[in-house]
């Protein structure tokens, strides 16, 4: 069983930065995949960035592309998600899952453990 704990949430105008942080423990970190879900009340979760095992590789939603970076300090068993230049659309609260899978999945269904999640709130 692997325990997910979000942070770095808040209320923040459009344009500012945000990073999120996702604390892992009961597992070994580093032979998960890790992604970044986010969810606003009524719509589908949506895959936001994911990042394979060692780092190496990365797959962004293109609403994101080039705004969020997600990375990952195994020694840490900790997960990231900086948020630059983020928009009243981002608004949302944000998961972080893991998977088992080599690659990284846009899938919810193919992620295995959940956070309980932390609102991102983006005024314009």
């Known amino acids: 069983q692997v325990q997910l704990v979000e942070s770095g949430g808040g209320l923040v105008q459009a344009g500012d930065s945000l990073r999120l942080s996702c604390a892992a423990s009961g597992g070994t970190f580093s032979s998960y995949t890790m992604g970044w879900f986010r969810q606003d009340p009524g719509k589908e979760r949506e895959f936001v960035a994911g990042i394979s095992r060692i780092g190496s590789g990365t797959v962004y939603a293109d609403s994101v592309e080039g705004r969020f970076t997600v990375s990952r300090d195994n020694a840490k068993s900790t997960l990231y998600l900086q948020m630059n230049s983020v928009k009243p659309e981002d608004t949302a609260v944000y998961y972080c899952?893991?998977?088992?899978?080599?690659?990284?999945?846009?899938?919810?269904?193919?992620?295995?453990?959940w956070g309980q999640g932390t609102q991102v709130t983006v005024s314009s």
């Open positions: 899952t893991v998977s088992r899978r080599i690659w990284v999945s846009r899938v919810p269904d193919e992620y295995e453990y």
